[in-house]
């Protein structure tokens, strides 16, 4: 398994020489549920820095009138000779289809991305890789790992996204509330006492589960049936903490991983109702 990070702060080139074999940048403008983004002249300035893996994320929805510059995104990136890209939206699969682009694709339909069939649809119309749902279980993940083809990416350690709108909810909760605006808050749920962070940016708002997802108790196994990819969030981590973390997977340490980031292991060992199956 190739280990890829997302990376918080500026030290990229420090956390590939700490064992990262690549890095995923989304891209500014049109990409949403991230920390932080990149500009065109970002990634062009990262890919003359390394020959290691570069993805690049373009996950929001594209409206009409974005089309024309998306289609010059796309062959930007192409002339970059990037990795591939994460896509959600069809737009980007028809626009690379329908030009002859040469870039690689990665689907990445968020909590759709559950089962065999959807990624070797996928696969059929050229899509070679899938990046998994979170809410999904450990044998569904070895399932769908022996019924396709396609590249599988997966998170190992991060702040799962539960939901995202395109409404400027914080914004209407300050205004209402009278109060100065906050674009990252902390909420708890009050049945199951869950919190979630939420964070506004120009496209909507983001709720993450503020807790980690961490799996190291299945990393061996994910390795040993061939999950191609796996993702390693910085979140909040320092400089520090994070080379820390990403040596705990080079050097398989379960201990030190779960150290570092709690035993959250999401539904690995018990199904979700809100799935597409």
Known sequence: MKLLGVIRDNNYLEYLDNGLEGIILPLETFSVDY???????????????????????????????????????????????????????????????????????????????????????????????????????????L??????????????LGNPV?????????????TNKNKSKDDLITIKEPKSGQEFIVKEDSNGTTFFFNKRLNLSNVYEELVDCGINYGIIEQGDYNSGEYKELINAFVNFSKLKIDELAGYNRGFLYRETIYKVK
């Open 35 to 141: 920390f932080k983004y990149y500009s065109i002249s970002d990634i062009r300035e990262c890919r003359k820095s390394t020959d290691k893996l570069l993805y690049v994320v373009i996950n929001k929805m594209i409206f009409n009138n974005e089309l024309d510059n998306l289609l010059t995104v796309l062959k930007d990136l192409e002339t970059l000779k990037i990795d591939g890209i994460f896509f959600y939206d069809l737009a980007v699969l028809n626009l690379v289809r329908e030009n002859n682009l040469s870039i690689n694709l990665i689907y990445n339909g968020t909590h759709m991305v559950t089962n065999s069939d959807t990624i070797n649809l996928y696969y059929d119309l050229g899509v070679k890789g899938a990046y998994l749902s979170n809410e999904i279980t450990k044998d569904e993940v």
């Open 143 to 156: 399932n769908i790992k022996s019924n396709t083809k396609s590249d599988l990416f997966i998170l190992l």
């Open 162 to 174: 539960v939901a995202m709108s395109r409404r400027s909810l914080l914004t209407s909760y300050f």
